[in-house]
């Protein structure tokens, strides 16, 4: 199973939050990968940026211009999140677009809550 697999099929469940019962290895690896894609103050700003845009897509040139980074830091954030199953990407042309997967945020949220989800 990919990195995706697993993100994918987290965020098409509902779970406990952590003080529920207590969550099995692979479900702590799927959530950890999602918890450290956002701690980097990068590509939390990158997430932000994606989730603010009207029309809830973006394009990866539009992304570089907002960053003090390079060009190919700004690719190796944006796959981090699109592996952690937190955005999604398609290819028009020579640009790539990027756009938030919003039941993956639910589910970060989730997690984190003090009471379990319905």
Do not use: N
Not at 18 to 36: Q, S
Not at 42 to 58: D, K, P, T, Y
């Amino acid at each position: 199973m990919t990195v995706r697999d697993t993100a994918a099929e987290l965020a098409g469940c509902v779970r406990p939050a952590l003080t529920g019962e207590p969550i099995g290895a692979a479900v702590a690896t799927a959530h950890a990968r999602v918890f450290k894609a956002l701690g980097d103050p990068a590509r939390l700003r990158l997430l932000s940026l994606i989730g603010a845009r009207e029309g809830g897509e973006v394009c990866v040139c539009d992304l570089t211009a907002a960053f003090d980074l390079s060009q190919p830091t700004i690719s190796h954030h944006l796959k981090v999140l699109r592996e952690a199953g937190l955005i999604d990407s398609e290819r028009r042309g020579t640009w790539v677009y990027y756009r938030l997967i919003p039941a993956a945020l639910d589910q970060a949220a989730a997690v984190l809550s003090a009471t379990r989800p319905r």
